[in-house]
């Protein structure tokens, strides 16, 4: 594996766990990347770099980051931003690894990018839904700006130092984790 490679797989991971929070900024700053000729994206995907890709995105991740301001409208979008998030992370991973055959991208995708992504947005879902109960919605704004934030900061860490993403994702993964394990019904 070459350097290009790890650092394209660094890159899609990254960008994965921040779809999670927000489906449209992290294909919106690989739109950009591409775009200024910063990042060479596969073959088939070069089409995000485009001037039409990069308004089109631009304009989706203004309408996500203000819908998510709208109360209960914020949860309508979790429970659609969950398939979507998998099927997003899935698409940034397959459009920047590089030199790996289609099989391991393909699996890499689903499972690294996919299955990050998911992961990310099943919690941030649950954090808002706890949100509205115990708050009846007033903390959901917070809750908004804090994974606008960290998806927005995810996205610039991927793009600008790739292997820093990777320790980050780590992190994120493992406070899900711990949340998880806090929040869980207890069997008895």
């Known amino acids: 594996m070459t350097s290009e490679t790890i650092i394209s797989i660094c890159l899609g991971i990254g960008l994965s766990a921040s779809v999670g929070f927000r489906v449209f900024v992290p294909l919106f700053a690989l739109s950009l990347t591409a775009f200024l000729g910063s990042w060479e994206l596969n073959e088939s995907w ?5 001037l039409s890709a990069l308004i089109v995105l631009g304009v989706a991740t203004v309408v996500e980051i203000f819908a998510y301001y ?12 969950i398939p979507l998030a998998a099927i ?5 991973m ?7 055959s289609p099989v391991i991208t393909w699996a890499l995708a689903i499972i690294a990018g996919g299955g990050t992504a998911a992961a990310v947005a099943s ?42 993403a990777i320790f980050l994702v780590i992190i994120i993964l493992f ?4 949340l998880y394990k806090k929040f869980k019904p207890s069997k008895t």
């Open 46 to 50: 070069q089409w995000i770099g485009s």
């Open 70 to 81: 709208i109360p209960y409208v914020d949860n309508l979008l979790d429970s659609a931003a």
């Open 88 to 92: 997003a992370g899935t698409a940034v």
């Open 94 to 100: 397959v459009s920047t690894v590089a030199d790996l």
């Open 123 to 164: 919690t941030s879902g649950a954090t808002r839904l706890a949100s509205t109960a115990t708050t009846g919605g007033l903390a959901n704004p917070v809750v908004t700006t804090v994974e606008t934030g960290t998806a927005v900061v995810m996205s610039a860490v991927s793009v600008v130092f790739p292997f820093v």
């Open 175 to 178: 406070t899900i984790f711990k």
